[in-house]
Structure formats: C-alpha cells, structure tokens
C-alpha cells in the first residue's frame, strides 16, 4: 500500500523558535495533503488543505503566518511552526490524497510527528 | 456542515467476544464516504474499512465490518473476535464537500480495550 512518512517523529524545541515538519509521499505523488493536530486524548483536527504549486486553504481558526505550509512538489508538503509557544505543543499528522483513478482515491496518513515546546 | 458523533467515549470487550462501536453522521450532500480508523498507542491512523453513501452492501473486511443504516445516518463498525492488539483508539470518519472542497471529519473517537 500507499507509504506516507514524517520526519522528526519526534521534536522538543525551547519556545519562540520555529520548528519545521516534513511530510513524503514515498511511492505516489499527492496532488494535496492535510496537516491535522491531536491534542492529547481528542480527536484529529483539520488545520489546513495543501495543495501542489498553490496556496494552502486553512481552517478557521487555524492562524496561517504561524503554521507555514509549503507543499512545493508531488511528493513533499512542509508545516513550519513559527515562534513556538507551549500551547502549540501537539501531535501533527499529516495525510496525503493520492491521484484518482476512475473517481476513487484513498487518502493516506502519516506516521505523526510529537512535537513539545519547552 | 458536516458531523460525526461518537458517543462512547470508551468500550470494553473480552477477548473473542464481538463488539460494536457507534457512529452517527450529519451531512446534507448526498455523496460521502464513511471510514474507521485505529490508531494504537504509537499515534499512526490505520485505516479499517470504508463506505460509500451509494453502496447497497454493507462493507467488511476480514474480521472488520460496518453497519451501515443510511436512513439512520449511522455507520456502526464491529469488530468479530477480538484480540487483544485491538486495543486502541477508534475514530469514525466522513469525507464529503465542506466549503468546496472534499475534506475528512474526524468523531471524537471511543477507546476501546480489550481484557483477556
């Protein structure tokens, strides 16, 4: 099946610095990826639609200078958070949507990232 | 707007026995798609099985089923002899058009554990 990884799984940065998480397709290209967030013990909220060579569509709510999202190739999307603060510490998946083919298309996950600010 | 609603926050089963975990959903379009996702203590979503809004049969994969009652609005999953690695977080799903464009709505999930 469809393999999608994030790189760090796991990160501990000291607030106000920005940290920067990798999402991959490893063997299908995504037209558009998800970046969801899980506060601990709830459930997966959508923070914004990242599609290939355009801006991302964020969720309200979501604040799009702070969550920086680059998805600059078929296989690749980046979430930068920027200035992080405590709150923000959260786990961050991401999922990508590969090509339809004849109107159904599966949309797969990501491994997580937990990300800690101190 | 779209919603799903799981209202077992958790569920116990014992091993080899069968177990039902509920699913609602909201939706005013009439084309979506239903998903159950597990996802054990290491954070990754494993999908389980999917439902289209138009399929007459109700879908199954391997000891997975889901009970899909469309005038309900309900998409019940089972899961048939349990093992104990069925332990984990449950989360039903709904893919539908939001605001333009198609987006997966997440309940609030059930966890559920199993004792041997």
């Known amino acids: 099946g469809a393999v999608v990884s994030q790189h760090p799984s796991r990160v501990i940065c000291k607030s106000g610095t920005s940290v920067k998480i990798e999402c991959r397709s490893l063997?299908?290209?995504?037209?558009?990826m998800f970046w969801y967030r899980q506060f601990p013990k709830q459930s997966l909220m959508l923070m914004a639609t990242?599609?290939?060579?355009?801006?991302?569509?964020?969720e309200q709510g979501v604040e799009k200078d702070k969550f920086l999202i680059n998805h600059a190739s078929l296989t690749l999307s980046t979430l930068t958070v920027t200035s992080a603060h405590p709150e923000d510490s959260s786990f961050y998946i991401c999922s990508a949507r590969a090509f339809e083919l004849a109107g159904v298309y599966e949309q797969y996950f990501g491994p997580g990232t937990r990300l800690t600010v101190t | 707007a779209q919603k799903i609603t799981q209202t077992q926050p958790g569920m116990f089963v014992q091993e080899k026995e069968a177990v039902t975990l509920d699913c609602t959903y909201d939706t005013s379009d009439p084309s979506y798609g239903l998903f159950w996702y597990k996802q054990p203590s290491s954070g990754e979503m494993i999908f389980l099985i999917y439902?289209?809004?138009?399929?007459?049969q109700n879908a199954t994969e391997g000891r997975y089923s889901l009970n899909f009652q469309k005038a309900r609005k309900s998409a019940n999953l089972v899961i048939s002899a349990s093992q104990l690695g069925d332990s984990a977080m449950y989360f039903c799903a709904m893919r539908g058009l939001q605001g333009g464009s198609e987006k997966l709505v997440f309940g609030k999930g059930t966890k559920l554990t199993v004792n041997p």
């Open positions: 990242s599609n290939e060579g355009s801006k991302a569509t964020y």
């Open positions: 063997d299908f290209q995504a037209t558009t």
């Open positions: 439902q289209g809004s138009y399929d007459q």
